[in-house]
């Protein structure tokens, strides 16, 4: 099985070691060719977990995304949601034709609210029964630092599903599956929204006990809103364990942990910073600022109760200020 990979970030290059390090040679897509160099000529990612190093001759790094995709079977998809549309825009209609595809993407595209397999169907006829995600939790510092870890792979063809993450499994990687293609994404949407949340929370010098009742109730508002989803996608929810690690483990490292961009992102807002300031000192995509509007615009149609998600959004894009918008959200908590 060739396996292609799109995107040269942080997740993208802990993906890759994973496959790497389990014996796999990837096609790899890195749109900067001084990049590519580097990575040649060093065997690690100048910009992202500089600590990951490769074997070479598992590497075929190209700037040709055509090509990319021409050579491999299975494409793993880890750019930021906001830049999907870019990566893709040089390939054919047809050039998925044939494909399995693994996305890695935690937010929802911009420019359309959509998620990716939507994306797909729309714009290259791809069909869901080949589309599968891979989800945390799983920060790409501790994969790069070999710490264990574990990632669920979801997909409706489930059997496939578990063919795909064995191909992922390492000593410090365990591999989990589930059929929830549709929650799952919709989850780590939400996730990311919430643990910015926690970081304004943070900034705002609420302590651990606000923020665990805060957590308690955004988890109750995301599976909410992911039975919602699945009901309107006419698919069955009762044998979906929302306390699994793909579902509450993800919140819960997001919203708690240093390594987390949205929490760092949040914290930044709630000690005041303009979204615009703090977007300048990430230096960083925090997939939960684009994810709030996404989420909010299409609860419309959705039409979910999801007030703290709603508040957040109300922070980020309306500004609303950080302290009045938590008044608000402490009246909600049960």
Known sequence: MQFGMIGSGSWATALAKILTDNGNAIHWWVRNTDTINYIQQRRHNPHYLSGAYFNQQQLHLNNNIK???ANCDVLVIAVPSAYIEYALQELDKDALKGKKIISAIKGILPSTNQLLNDYLAEHFSFELENYFTVLGPCHAEEVAAEKLSYLT????DEPTAATMASHFKTDYLNTLTNHDVMGVQYAAVLKNIYA???????GLDYGDNFQSVYI???????????????????LENNSINYAASVYLGDLLVTCYSLYSRNRTFGNMIGKGYSVKAAQLELNMVAEGYNASKCIYNNNKTIKAEIPIATTIY??????????????QIESMLM
């Open 67 to 69: 090509e990319v995709v």
């Open 153 to 156: 792979f979801s997909g409706i």
């Open 196 to 202: 910015l949340g926690a970081g304004i929370a943070h």
């Open 216 to 234: 308690a109730n955004a988890a109750d508002e995301m599976v909410k809103f992911s039975r919602k989803v699945i009901k309107d996608f006419s």
């Open 314 to 327: 109300e922070i980020l894009w309306n500004h609303v200020p950080a302290a009045e918008g938590f008044k």
